[in-house]
């Protein structure tokens, strides 16, 4: 089997004793590396006055795990500035929050080209390399311009916008002319993959865009979800409901996530539904993500003050239905905070998958399962039949959903929740990436052969 090469902006690189950091990228990939020789190069996490080519290398598990260093100004344009101010928000449809300077684009393009330098180094004919998001669109077409002829697949984690809203990028077809380097994109769903060939034939130009919905090991959380429930931590958080049911949303603090709408939806349950004043807590932990920019700081401000009015006006003193939690937590402690809620409240106003929907489900006990209320704009509302899908934008869709979630019967919670489990287990993070990998051809002609140039 070819060596595989995965190139990420973040690098999962295993610390003993350090935090990992939140986000579905490294959680996915972990059984696509399982058992074979690999590479995983990308951005340390770090920045340095001067970085120089020459990766750190940290060896683990079969994986050779190669960073490189950026300097502040190269993170400033290319994460900060372009990948996280012009392109995120672009991706996740929402216009009014993309800023475009073109010195940005022109950061992340050779920040771009400077990893490629460093892989390419590195690199044997035969590997099969695999990019993973948008921070990374032009790297195919910058190895290829270095006379790499190696098959190189690339998977959006994040959603694609209809064609004539990503028009609206200045340069963007150049963006386009990037994708097309690749032998194989990746979409998050059907949905998504027509998006993009649409945008890249009204360019004139293709490549092969196939859906493949990131997978999870249900199995294996849902353990760790039993685990982590019985630890002394969980129990502390049951004790405390005082027999309420514990409503949960669990997300990076990003305004793709829609949390001041799912709080303004908890607020309408309480006001139209009196009977469940009283009988719920919510409970929202979302970690500070991507705070140098001014939309994700004033985000957290609007929910810091959202808390506070809501819990104002509801509270007594012996109770507050909102609890707000903006540090990281563990991924063992969440899985047995997701395992004790009623409901699992997942509502972005657009997402590529949404993971936390699926360990929502995967970390419930079958013979008492909660319900997930979640978003139909997120990629897992194709894969999760068994959910209650609401409309984000409508807070009021959303406390209806509150409402039906937690009136419903037993039979139907397990009808649902099976139905949804089946599914989880059908595809997992393994079958995702292997298939993925099939469809590159990974074990098809020799590369270097290259079709190209
Ligand atoms: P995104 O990639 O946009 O952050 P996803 O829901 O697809 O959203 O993936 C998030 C991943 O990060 C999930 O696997 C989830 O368990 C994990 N995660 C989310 N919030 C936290 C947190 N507070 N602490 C640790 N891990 C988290
Ligand atoms: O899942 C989308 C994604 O952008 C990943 O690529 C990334 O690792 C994760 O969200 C967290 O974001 P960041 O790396 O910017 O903290």
């Keep these: 089997m070819p060596r595989l090469v995965i190139v990420s902006n973040r690098v999962p690189v295993p610390k003993p004793g ?12 972990k059984d696509a590396l399982e058992g074979r020789s690999a590479i995983w190069f990308g951005w340390s996490g770090q920045t340095s006055r001067e970085p120089g080519d020459e990766p750190a290398i940290v060896e683990a598990n079969g994986v050779s795990y190669a ?19 012009t392109l995120w928000p672009l991706l996740h449809y929402r216009m009014g929050l993309v800023e475009f300077r073109r010195e940005e684009e022109e950061g992340y393009r050779a920040v771009n080209e400077r990893f490629a330098r460093v892989l390419a180094a590195r690199l044997r004919p035969d590997d099969v390399i695999w990019v993973h998001d948008f921070h990374l669109f032009p790297l195919a077409g910058a190895l290829r311009r270095l006379g790499l002829g190696n098959r190189i697949g690339f998977f959006l984690h994040v959603p694609f916008p209809p064609a004539p809203f990503f028009a609206a990028l200045p340069r963007g077809e150049a963006l386009l002319a990037d994708i097309a380097q690749y032998d194989l994109v990746g979409m998050q769903t059907e949905e998504d993959a027509a998006n993009l060939s649409g945008a890249l034939a009204g360019a004139g130009l293709s490549t092969r865009v196939e859906a493949f919905p990131i997978g999870m090991d249900a199995e294996g959380f849902a353990k760790t979800a039993a685990r982590a429930a019985r630890s002394a931590e969980a129990k502390r958080l049951a004790e405390s409901l005082n027999g309420r049911a514990l409503l949960l949303g669990v997300d990076r603090l990003d305004y793709s996530k829609g949390l001041p709408n799912r709080f303004l939806g908890v607020d309408r349950l309480l006001r139209r539904f009196p009977e469940q004043r009283r009988n719920v807590t919510f409970l929202q932990v979302a970690p500070v993500s991507r705070g140098e920019l001014q939309q994700y700081r004033s985000l957290r401000r609007e929910l810091d003050e959202l808390a506070g009015r809501i819990n104002g006006q509801h509270a007594e003193v012996d109770w ?32 590529g998958m949404n993971l936390v929907a699926k360990e929502y489900v995967a970390a419930q006990d079958e013979k008492d399962p909660g319900v997930l209320v979640l978003s139909r704009f997120a990629g897992a509302a194709a894969e999760l039949p068994g959910a209650v899908l609401v409309n984000p934008h409508d807070p009021d869709e959303i406390a209806e ?10 039979e139907e919670r397990q009808a649902r929740w099976r139905e949804n489990m089946a599914l989880l287990k059908q595809n997992s993070a393994a079958r995702w990436s292997k298939g993925f990998l099939a469809a590159l051809g990974e074990d098809a002609t020799p590369p270097g052969s290259g079709s190209r140039p």
């Design 18 to 29: 350090a935090k990992t950091q939140p986000g579905g990228l490294a959680v996915a990939l």
């Design 67 to 85: 960073t490189v260093d950026l300097t502040e100004q190269e993170l400033k344009l290319y994460y900060t500035g372009y990948s996280n101010g």
């Design 320 to 351: 507050a239905p909102i609890r707000w939690i903006t540090r990281a937590s563990s991924r063992t402690s969440l899985s047995g905070y997701l395992r004790l809620a009623k409901v699992g409240l997942v509502t972005p106003l657009r997402d």
């Design 401 to 410: 959903g509150l409402n039906d979630a937690l009136s419903m019967p037993l």
